[in-house]
C-alpha cells in the first residue's frame, strides 16, 4: 500500500519517467477521437448511397460516389475554379507582400502604426469581410463602381459576372491576405545581418542584384512559410464566397469546398460528399508532401 | 545621387506606402461610415462621405435582442473552448519544450496538420452523428469542435515560449525543494503569462471570426454572430445600415484583441514559424 501511495504521488507531482507520456496524453487521446474517427466515418460514409432526404433508402454502394466523381463536369470545374483562385490569390499575395515588405522594411514616419493598421484586414472576422465587399461591389450604390465612372470606365455588375466574379473573390483574398504575408517577410527583412549587404557595396553591386543575389535568398524561409500557410488557408477558404457569392452566377466561384458544402447540405447528397471530402484529403496530403520534400531540398 | 534628390526619393516610396495603406484601411473605414448613415444616406448615389451621423442603425442591431443574444453566444463558446484548449494543450506544450522524446517532431507535426483536414470532410462525420445524439445546436458540440483548430494553434505557441524560458530557473525551483509540477505551476506558468495571454486571445479570435462549422452545427438557439449577421440579408434586400452596424460589432472585439496582442499575432499566425 505504502510504495503505491508513493508511486501515486510521484506520478501526480511529475517525478517520474512516465511524466512526459502523462502530460501529452490528453490531447493525444482528444486529438485521435476528433480526427481519426471523423476521416473512418467520412470514408464509410462515401462508400455509401446516402442522402439526408431519404435515410431509409441508405444502403453500400462501393465506389459508385467516387467513379460518378470522375463523369462529374461540376467536380472538375470546381476543381479548376479551385486551382485558379488559389494560384491567381497566392501569387498576387507574395509579390505585393514582398513590396509592401521592402517599402515598410526601411525607417519611416509611423513605422509603429503603418503595421497596427497593415494587421486590421487579415484579422477581421471574413464573414464582415465578405458583407463589406458586397456593398462595395454592388453594381447601383457600390463605391467601386463610383470610383470607376470617376476614372471613366464603364460600371460593372461585379458578382453577377460569370467572369467577373471569380477575379473579385481573389481580389478580396489579396485584400485580405497580402498584409499578412507583407508581415511574415517583413519579420525575415528586419531579420537581415548587414555584413554581406557592406560586402556587395564594396563590390559595386547593384541595389537590384542585392535583392536579387543576398536578399531573397536569404528571406526564403519566411517566403516559405508565407506560402505554405496561404496554401492550406486558400484550399479551405469558405467564409467570404459564401457571404459574396454561394458559388455563383452559376457555378462561376464555386470551389471543391463550396462544391462539397452544397452537395451535402443543400442538395443532400451527404455520400457524395463525403467522397468529395475524402477525395480533397487525398490531395492536400499528396501535395503537402511534396511541398515539404521541396522546402527540404531546397 | 545628391542629397536632395535621394530625399525627394524616400519621401515619395513613403507617400506611395501611405497610400497603399490607406487603401488596405479604407474598407473597414467605409464600414464604419455606413453604420452611421440613415437608409437614404446608405443608399445614395454618388456614395456620400459627408453626413449627419445617426445611432439608429445600432439601435435598431440591439432592439429586439436577438442579435445580442447570438453575439453572447460566441463569446461563451468562444470562451469555452480557449479554456478547454489550454486545459489540454498547456501540459503537451510543456512536455514538448522540455523532455526529450521519441518522434517528438512527428508528434508536433501531426497536431499541426489536424488543420489541412478539409473542413467539408470534417464537419460532415461530426454533423451524421451529432444529428444522432441530438447534440445539433448546443453548445457543448460546437465547443468541441472548435478545440480541433484551437489547440494545434496554442500547443505550437506556447512550445516555442516555454523553450524560451530558461531551464535553470525551474531548476533552482527543484533544488530549493518544489516537485516538478510544483515548478511548472508556480514558475514556468507565471513567467509564461504573456504569452499565455497572447495564444488565449488568439484562439479566441480564431473562434470568434470562425464561421462554417457554426452555420452548419448551429440553429436557432446556439447560433453564433458571424452566422447570425447573414441573417440581416433578407428577401425584400440586404439592409445596410444594419448590417454594416452589426458587422461593426463583430468585428470591434477582434480588432482591439489583435492589436493588443500584434507582437504575437504573426508568431501565432504562423504557429511560432516567424518569431
Known amino acids: 500500500m505504502k510504495s503505491s501511495g508513493k508511486s501515486w504521488r510521484l506520478l501526480l507531482t511529475l517525478e517520474t519517467e512516465a511524466a512526459p507520456k502523462l502530460l501529452v496524453s490528453p490531447i493525444f487521446i482528444f486529438l485521435v477521437a476528433v480526427t481519426v474517427f471523423p476521416t473512418i466515418y467520412a470514408v464509410i460514409t462515401s462508400l455509401q448511397y446516402y442522402f439526408l432526404s431519404e435515410p431509409y433508402n441508405k444502403h453500400f454502394s462501393g465506389l459508385a460516389n467516387y467513379r460518378f466523381m470522375l463523369t462529374d463536369a461540376r467536380f472538375w470545374g470546381s476543381l479548376k475554379t479551385t486551382l485558379l483562385f488559389m494560384a491567381a490569390s497566392i501569387c498576387f499575395e507574395m509579390i505585393a507582400g514582398v513590396i509592401l515588405a521592402l517599402l515598410m522594411s526601411r525607417k519611416f514616419f509611423g513605422s509603429g502604426l503603418a503595421k497596427t493598421l497593415f494587421l486590421l484586414p487579415t484579422i477581421t472576422t471574413p464573414v464582415v469581410v465578405g458583407l463589406i465587399w458586397v456593398m462595395m461591389f454592388d453594381p447601383q450604390f457600390g463605391i467601386i463602381n463610383y470610383l470607376l465612372d470617376q476614372l471613366g470606365f464603364a460600371p460593372q455588375a461585379w458578382l453577377s459576372g460569370t467572369h467577373s466574379a471569380i477575379w473579385a473573390v481573389i481580389g478580396v483574398d489579396v485584400w485580405e491576405w497580402t498584409p499578412y504575408v507583407a508581415l511574415v517577410v517583413l519579420a525575415g527583412l528586419q531579420s537581415l545581418p548587414d555584413e554581406p549587404y557592406e560586402a556587395a557595396t564594396v563590390d559595386g553591386a547593384t541595389n537590384l542584384q542585392k535583392f536579387w543575389h543576398l536578399t531573397l535568398p536569404l528571406i526564403k524561409p519566411y517566403l516559405v512559410i508565407a506560402f505554405v500557410f496561404r496554401f492550406m488557408d486558400l484550399f479551405r477558404w469558405f467564409d467570404t464566397i459564401y457571404v459574396m457569392t454561394k458559388g455563383g452566377p452559376g457555378t462561376a466561384t464555386e470551389t471543391l469546398n463550396m462544391f462539397g458544402y452544397l452537395t451535402g447540405f443543400n442538395f443532400m447528397n451527404v455520400g457524395y460528399a463525403a467522397s468529395i471530402g475524402i477525395t480533397m484529403l487525398f490531395m492536400i496530403t499528396f501535395v503537402s508532401k511534396f511541398v515539404i520534400n521541396l522546402s527540404r531540398k531546397g | ?275
Not at chain 2, 14 to 35: E, G, K
Not at chain 2, 92 to 106: G, N, S, T
Not at chain 2, 129 to 134: E, G, I, Y
Open chain 2, 1 to 275: 545621387m545628391t542629397l536632395v534628390q535621394k530625399t525627394s526619393k524616400q519621401l515619395l516610396l513613403n507617400l506611395l506606402l501611405w497610400a497603399m495603406i490607406a487603401a488596405f484601411v479604407f474598407p473597414l473605414f467605409w464600414l464604419l461610415l455606413t453604420s452611421l448613415k440613415t437608409r437614404v444616406d446608405a443608399f445614395s448615389y454618388p456614395p456620400k462621405f459627408i453626413f449627419t451621423p445617426t445611432y439608429d442603425n445600432y439601435r435598431k442591431v440591439l432592439e429586439d435582442g436577438t442579435f445580442l443574444h447570438y453575439y453572447w453566444n460566441s463569446v461563451k463558446v468562444s470562451f469555452l473552448s480557449t479554456f478547454f484548449s489550454l486545459l489540454l494543450a498547456l501540459p503537451a506544450a510543456y512536455a514538448l519544450a522540455r523532455f526529450p522524446m521519441r518522434k517528438k517532431e512527428d508528434f508536433a507535426f501531426w497536431v499541426l496538420s489536424t488543420r489541412m483536414a478539409p473542413p467539408i470532410m470534417v464537419i460532415l462525420p461530426f454533423y451524421l452523428v451529432f444529428k444522432q445524439f441530438n447534440l445539433l445546436d448546443t453548445t457543448f458540440g460546437l465547443v468541441l469542435i472548435y478545440m480541433t483548430f484551437s489547440l494545434s494553434f496554442i500547443l505550437w505557441m506556447m512550445r516555442s515560449y516555454f523553450e524560451s524560458i530558461p531551464v535553470d530557473l525551474e531548476e533552482a525551483a527543484r533544488i530549493d525543494g518544489l516537485s516538478r509540477l510544483s515548478a511548472f505551476l508556480r514558475v514556468v506558468i507565471p513567467l509564461s503569462a504573456p504569452g499565455i495571454a497572447a495564444s488565449c486571445i488568439f484562439s479566441f479570435i480564431m473562434s470568434w471570426n470562425e464561421f462554417l462549422y457554426s452555420l452548419i452545427l448551429t440553429g436557432d438557439k446556439t447560433k453564433t454572430a458571424t452566422v447570425a449577421i447573414t441573417g440581416f440579408i433578407t428577401f425584400e434586400g440586404i439592409r445596410w445600415g444594419e448590417v454594416a452596424a452589426a458587422g461593426i460589432m463583430v468585428v470591434l472585439p477582434v480588432l482591439v484583441f489583435g492589436i493588443l496582442i500584434q507582437k504575437y499575432l504573426i508568431q501565432g499566425m504562423t504557429m511560432g514559424g516567424v518569431k
